[in-house]
């Protein structure tokens, strides 16, 4: 079983960037393919992007991310990071990471896949 903790959240102004940390213990963190979601008030918690484990190391992007947030991981530290350049409102949530085994290329963007999850650090962008 692997325990996650995500830090590296904070208030941004819009334009800005943030890099969120996962990090994991228990496990061999380098098997499990990593999941990052976000929630905003009022809606529903959604896939932000993933990193495939077991050596694939395919990564996956929402569309709404893609070009500005960038997933990266270092098994050797047992942390995967998720840099988060030109922000604006609309990515403000609360921001997850998730992991989980052997999760086939269809069911990557889907939570209900990540078994583990840490607690969530806040992403505010407002100016």
């Known amino acids: 079983q692997v325990q996650l903790v995500e830090s590296g959240g904070g208030l941004v102004q819009p334009g800005g960037s943030l890099r969120l940390s996962c990090s994991a213990s228990g496990g061999t963190f380098s098997r499990y393919t990593v999941g990052w979601f976000r929630q905003a008030p009022g809606k529903e918690r959604e896939f932000v992007g993933a990193?495939?484990?077991?050596?694939?190391?395919?990564?996956h992007y929402a569309d709404s991310v893609k070009g500005r947030f960038t997933i990266s991981r270092d098994n050797a530290k047992n942390t995967v990071t998720l840099q988060m350049n030109r922000l604006n409102p609309e990515d403000t949530a609360l921001y997850y990471c998730?992991?989980?085994?052997?999760?086939?290329?269809?069911?990557?963007?889907?939570?209900?896949?990540?078994?583990?999850w840490g607690q969530g650090t806040q992403v505010t962008v407002s100016s």
């Open positions: 990193v495939r484990g077991s050596g694939g190391n395919t990564y």
């Open positions: 998730a992991a989980g085994q052997s999760i086939i290329l269809s069911m990557i963007r889907a939570e209900t896949a990540y078994p583990y």
